[in-house]
């Protein structure tokens, strides 16, 4: 289990917040010189700490030899101690609040989901769907689009390519979607309901001029599953 995909920030932080007793520590990461012992290395060599963090961790050596791999291998174990003291306290504050032990979420999601479902979900209000029903709405399921349809820039020219944060739940949130107990139709609905909402299974066009085809669709190929944005029906 990865800890970042349910407490993601840096290992410092979360020492800080959850006032653990064995907060993370501190490293010359730009000492390259892996077999050197004297001296606490220069301020230069620290990174992301103050002078007075430095100056707090110098003082530990007063009169002591400092050694990398010793020191080195302490602030690896330091680490691993710290993280445990943080996923322990963590997890003792969602059981103490949702009795939902953190260990059967792998991710914030998952745990943020679990939590809803268990304490304010209303009963029944969302209906699991399954079978071929789901197994048939699921084709729509394809992915995002994320090609780069220039990857090489003309010359002396810059390309600027922008992403959209948060784009599902934006759309989830400002557009309709179908919810609530489905019911199953064959044949053209719209005689019956012309406004009629829901999933669709549609035969679709893509016109052969276009440069960039962007309704994608999968294909099984030998070496498995493969999304594609053809031309043509």
């Avoid at 990174?47 to 602030?75: A, C, H, L, M, P």
Wanted: with cysteine.
């Amino acid at each position: 289990m990865d800890s970042y995909l349910i407490l993601p920030s840096s290992l410092k932080s979360l020492s800080n917040s959850f006032n653990v007793e064995n907060p993370k520590g501190i490293f010359p990461f730009h000492l390259k010189n892996i077999n050197y012992k004297g001296i606490v290395p220069d301020f230069k060599h620290f990174e992301g700490i103050t002078i007075e963090e430095y100056e707090n961790y110098k003082n530990q050596f007063v009169n002591t030899i400092w050694d990398f791999r010793e020191e080195s291998v302490k602030y690896c174990l330091l680490d691993c101690v710290s993280l445990f003291q943080v996923l322990t306290k963590y997890n003792q504050l969602i059981f103490n609040k949702f009795n939902l032990n953190i260990t059967k979420y792998p991710t914030l999601p998952s745990l943020a989901f679990a939590i809803f479902r268990t304490h304010y979900l209303k009963k029944e209000s969302i209906h699991m769907i399954s079978g071929k029903i789901a197994d048939d709405i699921r084709t729509g399921y394809t992915g995002g689009a994320v090609d780069m349809y220039i990857p090489i820039s003309p010359p002396d020219k810059y390309i600027y390519a922008y992403d959209v944060n948060s784009l599902y739940p934006s759309v989830m949130i400002n557009n309709k979607y179908p919810i609530g107990n489905p019911t199953y139709f064959e044949g053209d609905i719209t005689k019956y309901y012309p406004n009629a909402f829901g999933f669709f299974f549609c035969k679709i066009v893509a016109p052969s001029f276009l440069k960039h085809p962007i309704l994608q669709t999968h294909i099984n190929t030998k070496n498995g599953i493969r999304t594609i944005s053809p031309l043509g029906t």
